[in-house]
């Protein structure tokens, strides 16, 4: 038990492991991150591409040569702690606690990381002026309006999604800028201005002469064919809807279609385009003990340095 | 021309003209500083600072956004840094090589800003870099920076010197300047970053190459300081450290935005 305990307070063991994980980050950033595995197989030579793929280096945070040296590095954070901790009580040696203070706000840094990985929730989506969403937590938000401000030489200059949110038809916010730097907090869920776009709208008549709609980005499957609307397109004064047909995971044609034309047994009977917001909503539980951590850390760092101030080296 | 595009010009021209009693004291026997470089490098660091709040006035936020501006406050901050060092230091004379060392890393910085590869168009910020935390961020990295930049030149010195008592004094100087430096590049890089880009994206990390590069620039000094505090090695080996520590802190800030794709791309 003690050869263990000493094992894992030596610093040599610390210096080690930061310089296995300084090797393996620096040659995951040669390689591009989370993308699929066609991907590399594409973009690499045969035995580079496995490799890439064995080591995980192409999904670096969640492999094990990222997280097995880290795990390895908290144990021996957290016996280091202890054992400075314990040892100067016993030698009643001064009191300089910014060390300790800096070792476990990496602790608590490295639980807040581990909490984001498991319980961090994400969600993108699009708004128009009057479009309602429900967010988690029992939210409603809807959009008052959107409105994209540009510099004079055309540069972006602020995206500004007004919105109002209540909670079970009671008002929480109304009117709320929500702008890229300037999120909107309800507790620990909050909302990001994250892009903007335009987005189509085709109104679809089925055999039935029941309605439906189809938005960029979505798809509709009439008998064996899956119309995906990916994009609209403007010619002059024309809007039209650039629709491809996918047969099981294959592509079979891809066409532009304008008002009156069919989509299978569909008929489309109205076109519009509509500017929209891009907003993501993100519920991360793990935020609040990094920011303790940093905080803790800061902390730890000025005392260290107001410790060590005159002290000739 | 353009009042910032001047000050700086002027400013450039001081951190060169500085450059001149260093070298005399350098060359001359007897180990003594000279009396005036290091004012004339405030004087440089002020007008540098001065170019800084002409344009930080004209967009209507401090101007740190761009590669140009990032270069000018960089070569300002190090100034400031040397003058700083060169006063508060008990043995000036110990410290001649590392300052001279930063006024040549300082005019290079600015010599690549004046490059007509870095455009100097005074523009306003895209709507992700309207954030104070940013500016934070990036005027304490730079800060820290310098600090690691003068650490850097002292190792050089340790590597080159032969005479042991200087190597102590060399010794000391490069931990003086990574110890300073360390926190507060800390602060600017890791931590008012961290809290900018939840702020901005939502997520306070997301390994993107610049942002793995600061961490791993921040674990070779964290080695630095943990093989010298507790391991008791000084010297060499921590010379190495610091020579590979702002090669990445170099690589961090102008490499990787040529080099690897990401999200401080806009760095360019």
């Not at chain 2, 960089?74 to 060392?101: E, W, Y």
């Amino acid at each position: 038990m003690k050869a263990i305990f000493k094992f894992f307070r030596s610093v040599k063991l610390a210096i080690v492991l930061l310089l296995i994980i300084i090797v393996f980050a620096i040659l995951s950033t040669l390689v591009e991150q989370g993308k699929g595995e066609a991907f590399y197989r594409q973009a690499y030579q045969p035995t580079l591409a496995n490799l890439v793929l064995a080591s995980g280096l192409a999904n670096f945070s969640s492999s094990l040569i990222f997280k097995v040296p880290l795990i390895l590095f908290v144990i021996n954070l957290g016996t280091c702690a202890v054992d400075r901790l314990v040892s100067r009580a016993r030698r009643g040696a001064a009191r300089r606690y910014g060390p300790d203070l800096i070792h476990v706000s990496l602790l608590v840094l490295c639980i807040g990381a581990e909490v984001t990985t498991s319980m961090r929730q994400q969600q993108y989506f699009t708004m128009g002026p009057g479009d309602a969403v429900a967010l988690p937590g029992g939210y409603k938000m809807s959009l008052v309006a959107f409105d994209f401000q540009k510099y004079d030489d055309g540069r972006p200059k602020a995206w500004i999604s007004t919105v109002d949110v209540s909670l079970a038809d009671k008002s929480v916010r109304s009117g709320y800028a929500i702008e890229v730097n300037h999120p909107l907090s309800l507790g620990i869920l909050k909302v990001y201005q994250s892009s903007y776009g335009t987005e189509g709208m085709l109104h679809l008549t089925g055999p039935d002469g029941a309605g439906s709609d189809l938005s960029t980005g979505k798809s509709i499957t009439i008998g064996d064919t899956e119309f995906y609307f990916a994009e609209t397109k403007r010619i002059g004064n024309d809007i039209k809807a650039v629709i491809e047909e996918w047969k099981g995971q294959a592509m079979t044609a891809s066409h532009e279609a304008s008002n009156g034309d069919a989509l299978g047994s569909y008929r489309i009977n109205g076109l519009l385009e509509r500017q929209v917001t891009g907003l993501t909503a993100v519920r991360d539980p793990g935020f609040i003990p990094v920011l303790a951590a940093l905080i803790i850390g800061t902390f730890g760092m000025a005392l260290t340095t107001l410790q060590k101030k005159g002290k000739q080296i | 021309m353009m009042a910032d595009i001047v000050l700086a010009w002027l400013g450039f021209a001081l951190i060169g003209l500085s450059a001149i009693p260093q070298i005399v004291f350098l060359i001359r026997k007897g180990g003594k500083s000279d009396p005036i470089s290091h004012f004339m490098l405030l004087g440089a660091s002020l007008l540098l600072f001065a170019a800084i709040i002409v344009r930080s006035i004209q967009i209507g936020f401090p101007a740190v956004t761009n590669t140009y501006e990032a270069l000018v406050f960089f070569s300002a901050a190090l100034c400031l840094v040397a003058f700083i060092l060169r006063t508060a230091s008990k043995n000036p004379s110990a410290l001649r090589f590392s300052i001279f060392g930063g006024t040549i890393i300082a005019f290079a910085l600015i010599m690549i800003s004046s490059s007509p590869l870095v455009p100097k168009a005074i523009q306003p910020p895209i709507p992700a870099l309207k954030s104070l935390w940013l500016v934070l961020h990036v005027t304490l990295a730079f800060v820290g920076e310098s600090f690691f930049a003068v650490g850097f030149v002292a190792a050089i010195n340790y590597m080159l010197s032969k005479d042991e008592e200087k190597r102590k004094e060399i010794d000391r100087i490069m931990y003086t300047t990574i110890i300073i430096g360390y926190p507060i590049f800390t602060a600017g890089a890791l931590i008012f970053g961290a809290i900018w880009a939840e702020a901005a994206w939502g997520s306070y990390w997301s390994w993107d190459p610049k942002e793995t590069w600061a961490l791993v620039t921040w674990l070779v000094y964290t080695a630095f300081l943990h093989s010298r505090l507790v391991m008791k090695l000084k010297g060499r080996i921590s010379a190495i450290f610091s020579i590979v520590g702002f090669i990445f802190t170099i690589f961090t800030f102008a490499g990787v935005n040529y080099l690897l794709a990401g999200l401080h791309s806009y760095g360019r």
